[in-house]
Every structure is written in structure tokens, then in C-alpha cells.
């Protein structure tokens, strides 16, 4: 499975933008996450979508702000971001899982169960 992420940039405060995570090695049911990177801290899990039940989480921090979404033929898994501020300045990760996420609560937001990832994109946010 290969994850390649793209949409990253410099922008303005209050910007937005739509970062893209294309998918290709797998049968496009599995689940697919969102991952932030802010220089000298942890990378925290923003938002994940279990394409085959199209079932979609976002942590409170970004709801309302950013919205995860796939194309119509679930090989790409977007994410768009609305009013960013410089606090979301980081990388972006895109990752994957064979196994659902429905049903467990926030365990989606656990590193650790995500098996393939992606390389990143850098989004930098300035005031």
C-alpha cells in the first residue's frame, strides 16, 4: 500500500486549503487518517473516514474547521481546512489500516494502529 500526500503550502491566516492523500495498493474499504506534526511536538491524529461504511470522526479541536472526505472512487481521502490559523502550521501525514475504526470509540486517534503512512506535506501558516 502506498500513500502519497500533496496540497501543502504557505499561506495566510484565516486560508484554506485541500490537502490530498492518493491511495493505491488497496481495495479501497480500508480506514484513513489524517495525522498533524507541529515542530517539537507529537504528531496528533486530526480526523480518519472508514471508507467502507464512509463513517467519518474528527477531534474536537479541528471540528467545524476541517472536514475529511474521499473521491467517488475512494482512492483519494481529502481533507479540507478552513480558516487555518498558525497553530495548524505542520506536517501532514495520510494513513492507513486494513481494519475498521468504527466502533472503537477514539482509538482512531492511537498512533500506533495505523499500519501504512505516507511521507508528508508541509502546511505553513503565517499571521
Known amino acids: 500500500v502506498q500513500l502519497v500526500e500533496s496540497g501543502g503550502g504557505s499561506v495566510q491566516a484565516g486560508a484554506s486549503l485541500l490537502l490530498s492523500c492518493a491511495i493505491s495498493g488497496d481495495d479501497v474499504t480500508s480506514a484513513v487518517a489524517w495525522f498533524r506534526q507541529a515542530p517539537g511536538k507529537e504528531r496528533e491524529a486530526l480526523a480518519a473516514i472508514y471508507r467502507r461504511t464512509g463513517n467519518r470522526y474528527h477531534r474536537d479541536s479541528v471540528d467545524g474547521r476541517f472536514f475529511i472526505s474521499t473521491s467517488a472512487g475512494k482512492n483519494t481521502v481529502t481533507l479540507r481546512m478552513n480558516n487555518l490559523a498558525p497553530d495548524d502550521s505542520g506536517m501532514y501525514f495520510c494513513?492507513?489500516?486494513?481494519?475498521?475504526?468504527?466502533?472503537?470509540?477514539?482509538?482512531?486517534?492511537?498512533?500506533?494502529?495505523?499500519?501504512?503512512w505516507g511521507q508528508g506535506t508541509q502546511v505553513t501558516v503565517s499571521s
Open positions: 494513513a492507513s489500516r486494513e481494519g475498521p475504526i468504527d466502533y472503537f470509540g477514539t482509538a482512531w486517534r492511537t498512533e500506533s494502529i495505523w499500519s501504512n
